[in-house]
Nanobody
Framework: QVQVTESGGGLVQPGGSLALSCAVS????????MGWFRRTPGKDREFVAS????????MYGDSVKGRFTVSRENAKNTVRLQMDGLDVEDTAVYYC????????????????WGQGTQVTVSS
């Protein structure tokens, strides 16, 4: 059984940085594309970032491009989302997901999901 677990959420001031981590167990992590999505109340799930199995392809949502960086360490079964220049609009629950196919902007292509971690940007 594949388990996806996010960590690293919390409260940060506008302009600050935060790094989220995601650990995957019970599956072939090095074969999965990984993705980050976020959700705020009343809104649909929003694509944040996605990375291919070998880190050769990285994609970002328009609202985070240039501020967020996705990376992975296959030897540790982890993927990381470095978030810089945070804004109050980045406040959301962030979800990590694994896909048996390639990287994607669309949640429907992801097979395994974590429970989410809250990120709050506020002064």
């Amino acid at each position: 059984q594949v388990q996806v677990t996010e960590s690293g959420g919390g409260l940060v001031q506008p302009g600050g940085s935060l790094a989220l981590s995601c650990a995957v167990s019970g599956g072939a992590f090095s074969r999965y594309a990984m993705g980050w999505f976020r959700r705020t109340p009343g809104k649909d799930r929003e694509f944040v970032a996605s990375i291919s199995w070998n880190s050769g392809t990285r994609m970002y949502g328009d609202s985070v491009k240039g501020r967020f960086t996705v990376s992975r360490e296959n030897a540790k079964n982890t993927v990381r989302l470095q978030m810089d220049g945070l804004d109050v609009e980045d406040t959301a629950v962030y979800y990590c997901a694994a896909a048996r196919g390639g990287p994607s902007r669309y949640p429907r292509y992801f097979d395994y999901w974590g429970q989410g971690t809250q990120v709050t940007v506020s002064s």
